[in-house]
């Protein structure tokens, strides 16, 4: 099975095609940031959803994900 790591290294915002970074942490992502599109890919039983139907804003994923 791959980790994380390697996964963000393969994955791409189907938006733009830019890369991804994990939230909250790379070993327990809970969704998948595009920095560029400033939206957040959630994560599902560790599958990403990669759907830009299933895209959430930015600010709006940091909103109902605060501690």
Known sequence: MMNTQELLQILACPRCMGSLE??????????LACPACNVVYPVRDDIPIMLVDAAVERARWDEGHKG
Do not use: K, N
């Not at 994990?22 to 969704?31: I, K």
């Open 22 to 31: 994990p939230l909250p942490s790379a070993e327990h992502p809970e969704g």
